[in-house]
């Protein structure tokens, strides 16, 4: 069974720092680009960051640029989301998500590019 697994969130206050962990389980992560997304209360699902299957090739929202940072480690099989400087409109449900593209350059924060998703961790900054 194909899984993806998100762990680390929680409350942080304004200014604080979270990493997300993204686990797969049932295959492996390295012929397959992975993205963040984030969907707060009343509002749609937005691409957050992403990352090639090949070559580190990354995108981030314009939102999250400078503070956050999306890594992977193949041998893990797992990826990441560090979080820095975190505002009060960060707050949200964090989802992960990977899509088969074989050794690519591929990268994509269109939810309709990905093909596995995990159930979510919330993360809510606040004071």
């Known amino acids: 069974q194909l899984q993806l697994v998100e762990s680390g969130g929680g409350l942080v206050q304004p200014g604080g720092s979270l990493r997300l962990s993204c686990a797969a389980s049932?295959?492996?992560?390295?012929?397959?680009?992975i993205g963040w997304f984030r969907q707060a209360p009343g509002k749609e699902r937005e691409g957050v960051s992403c990352?090639?299957?090949?070559?580190?090739?990354?995108r981030y929202a314009d939102s999250v640029k400078g503070r956050f940072t999306i890594s992977r480690n193949n041998a893990k099989n797992t990826v990441y989301l560090q979080m820095n400087s975190l505002k009060p409109e960060d707050t949200a449900v964090y989802y992960c998500?990977?899509?088969?593209?074989?050794?690519?350059?591929?990268?994509?924060?269109?939810?309709?590019?990905?093909?596995?998703w995990g159930q979510g961790t919330q993360v809510t900054v606040s004071s």
């Open positions: 998500a990977a899509a088969y593209k074989g050794r690519s350059w591929f990268t994509s924060i269109n939810e309709g590019d990905y093909d596995y």
């Open positions: 990352m090639s299957s090949f070559g580190r090739n990354t």
């Open positions: 049932g295959f492996t992560l390295d012929n397959y680009a």
